[in-house]
């Protein structure tokens, strides 16, 4: 099955800046929906952004202003750009892809980011 490949987590301080990385296949990367997810420990799994194949953009409102999204055609890979982190941002990131972007079929292996305070 298709695998999504994540890179770019980290450990920032409040403020700080990281840039997540979502390369897939070419066949997801040009039809399909791409998001990042977060799970904080003792938290559900919430949608954090998306981008549809069309380029249409969602945030959710807690990152909405600080995390972008860009992509690099030429490289299927997707990225997103997380500003002004906060504490709260702490958590594993996941991005998934899926035909429709309520529909999830693949899934990066997840990468941490740790933002203190």
């Known amino acids: 099955q298709a695998q999504l490949v994540e890179s770019g987590g980290g450990s920032v301080q409040s403020g700080g800046s990281l840039r997540l990385s979502c390369a897939a296949p070419?066949?997801?990367?040009?039809?399909?929906?791409m998001a990042w997810f977060r799970q904080a420990p003792g938290k559900e799994r919430e949608g954090v952004a998306h981008?549809?194949?069309?380029?249409?953009?969602f945030y959710a409102d807690s990152v909405k202003g600080r995390f972008t999204i860009s992509q690099d055609n030429a490289k299927n890979t997707r990225y997103l750009q997380m500003n002004s982190l906060e504490p709260e941002d702490t958590a594993m990131y996941y991005c998934?892809?899926?035909?429709?972007?309520?529909?999830?079929?693949?899934w990066g292996p997840g990468t941490r980011v740790t933002v203190s305070s």
């Open positions: 070419g066949y997801i990367y040009s039809s399909y929906c």
């Open positions: 998934g892809s899926g035909p429709l972007c309520d529909e999830w079929n693949y």
């Open positions: 981008i549809d194949s069309d380029g249409s953009t």
